[in-house]
Structures are given as structure tokens and as C-alpha cells.
């Protein structure tokens, strides 16, 4: 995506009120630093663990292990959020046995989804999720791309003010849909919502981060590494050596510092199998974080390679 | 599904290679040594073509609708589905294939004469899902304990159905032809999202398979044969 003046006057406008939020002591302590839910203000680790593909492991007792080992290693690095879908196989059940083997730890924040074309079977789909995960209720529950997303909005409001809930949000993905996204942004009093946002997907930061800060709406970013794909394409290439004034090490920290220091930006939602990786990226949510110049350097050395 | 054209095979996978594979291993270790079985029952299906059966065509089709409904339940159903919510809609269609060839095994509907190319490309496809398939696992640094096997899993199930019915005559010929050839199309395209070099093996058998048989409708409309059959057809005599 090419840079226009207006997104550069926004992103730039967007980047000198980061200056004005409240600064996190987490990071300073090696913690991953903490941005509030606008809507409530309740302070949540800039870093999640996303389980697309990565925790559907089925019955494979060994690859169920390793995920709860991902699992622990995450939450005893100071991570919150963990998201999942009734989209992607066997995840859940594959998180409820995660979070049983690591104690079912009160830092949880469990963010799922409701993902059927009929409205009507919203709530027991969503209660068959709470069950594969085993919790008493869940923080976050999203509409899945959009789906049938009006009934399923109307069943999220009713459960967050019967108390079944605290916060409903809606999610796309590989920037589809977004004018119905921003048009919903606009008129649904939701809490979160979720996109597609990395280095080079940069659509976002025309209209949707702006107009999430505008109205107060949580952001949840996936697919920081286009699945791995952008791994992939550059480890076999140098980091940079001013990426060590970030203090990182590698270009997975790089590409999310660069997600994080968005203001708009509250979780950005990294999947992995690995718990060195898990580590890796929570770290990326400590220390210092890139200003709007050097955001705008990360980008055109990563469009370069 | 809106907006569809913008999605692409990769954002429909929703497991890693690793995962896939190993489900294999489990699999095979689950039912050891039950491939014994289903690579005899293999044998015995060329075994039985080769002597140009008569009544045992019947047995020879009970044999494959055994081993499909089986796979269907055991892998599809069972472990499949597990990792990939679609299995749960594909593993019925395993169990179709297996009542229409136990439809065929009652009623006798198939002959085991056809010779020449479509013969030949049969017994090449029958071969390699019984005994190069399994093969492939190895030589992509797998280990045996990942191997495909005839009567354990859906691919060399399929691939050894086409290449049965190559061999085949019959009426019913054209009901049993669509889902092995479907499925050998989807492996291949699951297997080749997943960046797997074996992609070519189910795709090579469907075009294999469907090269012999317009080869063989081609030449049975020009044979001078058919065309007086034709003719004798039209005139009412």
C-alpha cells in the first residue's frame, strides 16, 4: 500500500497521541506493556496468543502437551489474552486441555467467536466453546468474519448485559470487508474489534485504526506475520543494526514492535507452536518501542528486501 | 461466503503438515497390523481381475465396499475429522461409494475383460496404490511409520478403486466413478497447499485415469463394430 498524505497526517497525528497515554510500568520491569480497553479502561498485555492452525492438533497426545507447554510459557511471561474460533477444528478443546494442565490461571483472557450462518444456533454454539474451554463464561466473544452478523450482535449485547460476558467485538480478516466493518464500527456499541494489520497489510492505518480510536473500540490485530510467511521470507536476511536501538533480536520482534507502537493498537495476536517463540514475542511487547520515524523506516527496509 | 474470489486454498487449511502426517503415524500404529490384512485383501482384488472372474467380480466388489466404508469411519470420521471439520461431511461419501459397490457385489453389475490401454493403466494405478504408495512416505524423509496404505487410508483407496474400475465393464460403471476420482482431485489439492511434493501422485493417477477412459470411449465410437451397431440402432432392425 502506497503512503498518502492523509494517511501519513493521520498515522502521524495518531503517533504523537501516543505520547499523551498512560505509560505502562510493565514494560519498564521487562513485563509486555499493557494498553486499557477504551471502554472500560481495564488494562490487558499488548501481546496475545492467536491458535489459528497452530493449536488444532486433534487427538495427538504429544502436539496437546506442546501446546499446554506454549500455554504455560505464555502466561508465565505475563500474557492475558488467548483467541480461538469454533472454525478452527479441534483449538478449543485443545486450549481447555491447555488450561487445565496449567491450572486455569485467574491472568486468563479468554476471546473466542461465534462463527454460523443461523443466528438462532448462536447461543448454543457458543455455549458448546465455553464447555471445550472449561471456563465459567468468557471476556470476549466475537462475531467470526462478519457472518450473520447482525443476529449474532443482538444475542452478544443481550448475554453481555445478562452478565454471560463482558465484551463483544467483531473480527475480519486479509483486509475483506472492510467497509462493512467501518460501517459497523460506526453504528454497534462494540468493544473490540479485530483485523488483519503487519508491515507490509498496511491497510488499516488509513481508516480503521483512526476511526477505532475515534469511537473507543479495542483493536485485536492478527496475522502480525501473515501466517509466517513473512518468517519466512526474511530469515534469510540481516536484521538491520539500528533495530538494536529497539533492543531487538530478531525480525519477528521487529515486525511486531512495529504493529504494537500503534496507538490505536491494543493486542496484536501471534500464533505459535514453539514456546521459545511464545517468549520471543511477549519480549517484543517490553522495552523500548519504535517512534512514527523509525515505524516508517521498518516498513520501507522490509518493502525493500 | 462473501467476497470469495479474494480467498485462496491456503486460507482453508487448517492444519500444519506436521499435524497431518503425524495423524498417519497414529493411525497406522492404531490399527497395526490390520495393514497385513488390507494389503492381502489388495492382492487378492489383482488376483481376481487377472483370472477374468466371473462370479468372483461379486467378491472382488465386496472386498473395496468393505475397505471404503471402513476408511470412511476408522480415518475420515473417526481421526480426520478431528483436525479438518469438512472430513465430517466427506466421510459419508466414503460410505456411498461402499453401498453402491456392495449394490454391485448383489446384483453382479461389472466384467473384468477389458484389455489394451485402459487395461494397462488400470493394473499401472492398482500396482503403485498397493505397492509404490506406501513408498512415498519414505522417500520424502518421513519414516514408514507416516505411510499411506491401501485399505487404511483414503488415497491409495481411491487410486486402487480407479484403477479396478479402468479394468471394468459395466452399467454401473458410471456411479462408481465420481467419488474415488473426487477425492484423488482434493488430496491433491489439500496436499499440494500444504507444499507437499507428493501433490502429483493422486493428481497423476485422476489424469491417468481420465486419459484411459476418453481414450477408450474414443476408440469403442470409432470402432467399425459400434458404428454398425449404431447404424442398426437407428434403422430399427
Known amino acids: 500500500m502506497g503512503t498518502t498524505r492523509r494517511t501519513f497526517v493521520r498515522a502521524s497525528l495518531a503517533t504523537a497521541a501516543s505520547a499523551l497515554l498512560p505509560i505502562s510500568p510493565h514494560a519498564e520491569q521487562g513485563l509486555p506493556a499493557r494498553r486499557p480497553i477504551p471502554s472500560t479502561r481495564e488494562e490487558i498485555p499488548i501481546v496475545g496468543l492467536g491458535t489459528w492452525i497452530t493449536f488444532n492438533v486433534g487427538d495427538d497426545a504429544l502436539l496437546r502437551d506442546e501446546c499446554a507447554a506454549v500455554m504455560a510459557a505464555f502466561f508465565e511471561a505475563g500474557g492475558r489474552m488467548i483467541d480461538s474460533s469454533p472454525m478452527y477444528g479441534s483449538s478449543q478443546p485443545v486450549i481447555g486441555y491447555g488450561l487445565q494442565k496449567v491450572g486455569r490461571p485467574s491472568a486468563l483472557f479468554s476471546a473466542e467467536k461465534v462463527w454460523t450462518s443461523s443466528g438462532a444456533s448462536g447461543p448454543a454454539q457458543i455455549e458448546q466453546s465455553r464447555r471445550f474451554w472449561g471456563v465459567p463464561k468468557f471476556d470476549l466473544v466475537q462475531v467470526h468474519n462478519l457472518l450473520a452478523w447482525k443476529p449474532h450482535l443482538q444475542t452478544l449485547f443481550q448475554m453481555k448485559a445478562a452478565g454471560a460476558l463482558r465484551y463483544v467485538g467483531i473480527t475480519t480478516s486479509e483486509g475483506r470487508r472492510h467497509d462493512l466493518l467501518e460501517q459497523i464500527m460506526r453504528s454497534e456499541p462494540i468493544d473490540f474489534v479485530q483485523f488483519s494489520y503487519n508491515v507490509v497489510d498496511r491497510e488499516a492505518e488509513a481508516r480503521l485504526l483512526p476511526l477505532a480510536s475515534e469511537r473507543g473500540i479495542a483493536v485485536i490485530v492478527n496475522r502480525p506475520f501473515r501466517q509466517g510467511e513473512l518468517i519466512d521470507r526474511l530469515k534469510r536476511e540481516k536484521l538491520p543494526e539500528w533495530a538494536a536501538e529497539l533492543g531487538v533480536s530478531s525480525w519477528a520482534q521487529l515486525m511486531l514492535k512495529y504493529i504494537l507502537a500503534h496507538p490505536a493498537v491494543t493486542v496484536a495476536i501471534p500464533a505459535t507452536t514453539r514456546v521459545d517463540h511464545v517468549r520471543e514475542n511477549l519480549s517484543a511487547a517490553a522495552g523500548p518501542m519504535p517512534d512514527l520515524a523509525m515505524r516508517q523506516r521498518i516498513a520501507a527496509h522490509v518493502k525493500a528486501l | ?237
Open chain 2, 1 to 237: 461466503m462473501s467476497e470469495w474470489w479474494t480467498y485462496r486454498a491456503e486460507d482453508f487449511l487448517l492444519f500444519s503438515p506436521r499435524v497431518y502426517w503425524r495423524m498417519f503415524e497414529l493411525h497406522n500404529a492404531a490399527l497395526w497390523p490390520l495393514h497385513l490384512l488390507t494389503l492381502a485383501a489388495g492382492l487378492i482384488v489383482i488376483l481376481l481381475i487377472a483370472r477374468r472372474p466371473g462370479s468372483g467380480a461379486r467378491w472382488l466388489a465386496l472386498i473395496l465396499a468393505i475397505l471404503w466404508i471402513f476408511v470412511g469411519w476408522a480415518f475420515l470420521w473417526n481421526r480426520y475429522a478431528t483436525i479438518n471439520w469438512a472430513a465430517a461431511y466427506l466421510a459419508p461419501a466414503f460410505a456411498v461409494e461402499g453401498v453402491l459397490l456392495l449394490i454391485v457385489s448383489l446384483r453382479g453389475g461389472l466384467a473384468f475383460d477389458r484389455r489394451g490401454l485402459a487395461g494397462w493403466a488400470g493394473y499401472l494405478i492398482l500396482g503403485f496404490a498397493l505397492a509404490g504408495q506406501p513408498w512415498l512416505a519414505l522417500l520424502q524423509g518421513r519414516g514408514w511409520a507416516s505411510s499411506e496404505v491401501f485399505g487404511i487410508a483414503p488415497d491409495p483407496t481411491a487410486m486402487a478403486t480407479l484403477g479396478v474400475l479402468l479394468l471394468a465393464r459395466g452399467r454401473l460403471l458410471p456411479m462408481l466413478l465420481p467419488i474415488p476420482a473426487l477425492w484423488c482431485l482434493l488430496s491433491g489439492m489439500t496436499l499440494q497447499t500444504m507444499g507437499e511434493p507428493q501433490a502429483w501422485a493422486p493428481y497423476a493417477v485422476l489424469v491417468l485415469a481420465v486419459a484411459a477412459w476418453t481414450w477408450t470411449i474414443t476408440r469403442r465410437r470409432r470402432s467399425p463394430d459400434t458404428r454398425m451397431a449404431d447404424v442398426l440402432k437407428e434403422n430399427g432392425t
